[in-house]
């Protein structure tokens, strides 16, 4: 088969990466289009991917979303046109859910966020929708999608790519070149997505942790900023900013504890069995509340919360190494 593939956001690298590996493997051809966001765009190209880079992100704005979500449909069905494909595939692209609807082309969208609002669109567009066992199923006919076009599969996408990963012990030289020492406490933090359509919230919790953190001197931290105002409001909080893309596993791996404001990357750490802190301050998916249920995931809602962090250099981890998921997603996608 011609498979089309398309990148919406950082997170979807890895996860497509590994997929598109045992796509290659059965003899299927991959072409892959990605947005200019966050940095989606050099983590494919380390990944090896050779993207069309077609659109960008609209920013905060509902409207400026909507006309952005049309424009960049247009030119991905402008651009699939004349290529043939018998099917594409994305973690809920809705430009290229909405192109391949306009073209006539089977579309498998995969989710794990049941308060998405953006859902409504792609569940009812999509041919098959593919989902966490956890995804309440209230939400899914909320959102207009029909029992028959619904998979599930255990586990978490992070589960897909991380099952057998193996850190990278050269890594450690690239954590000395960024100043990190290895006798102190390495806490990485991602700030809100302030410009996601389901992050319509303040929070200020990820700032008291930040100056918490900063206040002890046993601590470092590595802040991934989601984009370059996050970049510069934090430049001068006294964090190490890495001024290109790091490989995510490896650095969470390398990581004492990890605390963010968002969902994949505390996700990632309790696949990897690192310690994790959620400063989340919307509406909970299922999939986090599964791992706080397994004790993978701590929850933090409050300054008290804060003041409860171990902050310590991690014991040995305990990975989840569910290697059947990505099995299981591939059946799901072709069956």
């Known amino acids: 088969m011609r498979l089309w593939i398309d990148l919406a956001n950082s997170p979807h690298v890895p996860f497509f990466r590994a997929l598109a590996n045992r796509f290659a493997a059965q003899g299927h051809e991959i072409e892959v289009t990605a947005r200019e966001f966050a940095e989606t765009i ?3 190209r380390a990944a090896g991917f050779e993207p069309q880079v077609v659109g960008a992100h609209a920013g905060r704005a509902v409207s400026a979303k909507a006309g952005s979500l049309v424009s960049r449909a247009w030119a991905l069905a402008t651009w699939a046109r004349a290529r043939r494909f018998d099917l594409a595939v994305s973690h809920n692209s809705y430009s290229q859910i909405v192109a391949a609807r306009m073209l006539g082309l089977r579309t498998i969208t995969l989710m794990d966020y049941e308060y998405q609002p953006a859902n409504h669109l792609a569940f009812r567009f999509a041919s098959r929708v593919i989902v966490p066992a956890s995804f309440p199923e209230q939400r899914l006919r909320r959102f207009g999608a029909r029992a028959r076009k619904v998979r599930r599969y255990q586990g978490t996408k992070e589960d897909v790519y991380l099952a057998g990963f193996q850190a990278d012990p050269s890594f450690d030289a690239q954590l000395s070149e960024l100043g990190i020492k290895p006798d102190n406490v390495l806490v990485l ?3 809100p997505a302030h410009d996601a359509l389901y992050h319509r919230f303040q929070n200020t919790l990820f700032d008291e942790a930040l100056t918490m953190l900063r206040a002890n001197e046993n601590v470092q ?3 991934l900023p989601r984009n370059e105002a996050q970049r510069a409001a934090y430049a001068d909080k006294g964090v190490i ?3 290109a893309p790091l490989h995510g596993a490896n650095l969470i791996a390398a990581s004492d504890l990890v605390i963010s404001a968002g969902g994949t990357i ?8 690192v310690p994790a802190a959620s400063i989340y301050a919307g509406k909970w998916a299922a999939v986090d509340e599964g791992l706080v ?3 993978r995931l701590q929850r933090i809602t409050s300054t008290d919360d804060l ?3 171990r902050i310590k ?3 040995s981890a305990n990975p989840r190494g569910s290697r059947e998921v990505i099995d299981e997603v591939v059946r799901l996608i072709f069956e």
Do not use: H, T
């Open 313 to 315: 250099k991690k014991g």
């Open 42 to 44: 050099p983590l494919a």
């Open 307 to 309: 003041r409860q962090l």
């Open 241 to 243: 900013i890495p001024a």
């Open 221 to 223: 931290v590595i802040l």
């Open 189 to 191: 933090m991602r700030p």
């Open 293 to 295: 249920n397994e004790g």
């Open 266 to 273: 505390n996700r990632e750490a309790a696949a990897l069995g």
